[in-house]
């Protein structure tokens, strides 16, 4: 996991498009979510009510760490922590306040899927998909798709998920 995590960073966090990203970490540990992975940390035992987007991101990447291969786990942490990042963004771009706080450590994840049009058109085709393989752009679509119904699925938000057929 710690070489997953570094590599994930790299990618992320010291890639061309950084300079785009919310936060500005200076390695992995500061990252919640890389750093919960590193440390194969237990799901928070909070009630689902009562859970951030935070802990709800990192859930995710432990229910599916054991169901598959670490080249798509790094696709799927990759991509938490570019959503994690365009939510922060979103919801903080009109703020005044300085220095910008992250939002997902403290709201819930009820509104995630509201941001998942903006995410792949506004965020990430603009930033030419943070430096991912053309055939990954596919993936991407399909993991935005499996977030939306396993949000659903475990009663992290109402918003259910109608594909166009």
């Given at each position: 996991?710690?070489?997953?995590?570094?590599?994930?960073?790299?990618?992320?966090?010291?890639?061309?498009?950084?300079?785009?990203?919310?936060?500005?970490?200076?390695?992995?540990e500061e990252?919640?979510?890389?750093?919960?992975?590193?440390?194969?940390?237990?799901?928070?035992?909070?009630?689902?009510?009562?859970?951030?987007?935070?802990?709800?991101?990192?859930?995710?990447?432990?229910?599916?760490?054991?169901?598959?291969?670490?080249?798509?786990?790094?696709?799927?942490?990759?991509?938490?922590?570019?959503?994690?990042?365009?939510?922060?963004?979103?919801?903080?771009?009109?703020?005044?306040?300085?220095?910008?706080?992250?939002?997902?450590?403290?709201?819930?994840?009820?509104?995630?899927?509201?941001?998942?049009?903006?995410?792949?058109?506004?965020?990430?085709?603009?930033?030419?998909?943070?430096?991912?393989?053309?055939?990954?752009?596919?993936?991407?679509i399909e993991i935005?798709?499996?977030?939306?119904?396993?949000?659903?699925?475990?009663?992290?938000?109402?918003?259910?998920?109608?594909?166009?057929?």
């Amino acid at each position: 996991m710690l070489d997953l995590a570094k590599e994930v960073f790299h990618f992320i966090y010291e890639g061309a498009y950084a300079y785009k990203l919310f936060s500005h970490p200076k390695s992995y540990e500061e990252n919640p979510i890389l750093q919960n992975l590193v440390l194969n940390s237990e799901i928070v035992n909070k009630p689902k009510n009562e859970k951030t987007c935070d802990e709800v991101f990192y859930e995710y990447l432990y229910n599916f760490k054991n169901k598959t291969n670490q080249k798509f786990l790094s696709l799927l942490t990759k991509f938490v922590l570019l959503f994690r990042e365009c939510y922060d963004v979103s919801k903080t771009k009109d703020s005044k306040d300085e220095p910008k706080k992250a939002v997902t450590d403290t709201i819930p994840p009820e509104g995630l899927p509201d941001l998942c049009n903006e995410f792949y058109g506004e965020f990430m085709e603009p930033n030419n998909f943070f430096g991912f393989e053309e055939n990954d752009k596919n993936e991407i679509i399909e993991i935005i798709q499996h977030f939306c119904i396993w949000l659903f699925k475990n009663e992290y938000t109402k918003s259910k998920l109608s594909l166009a057929s």
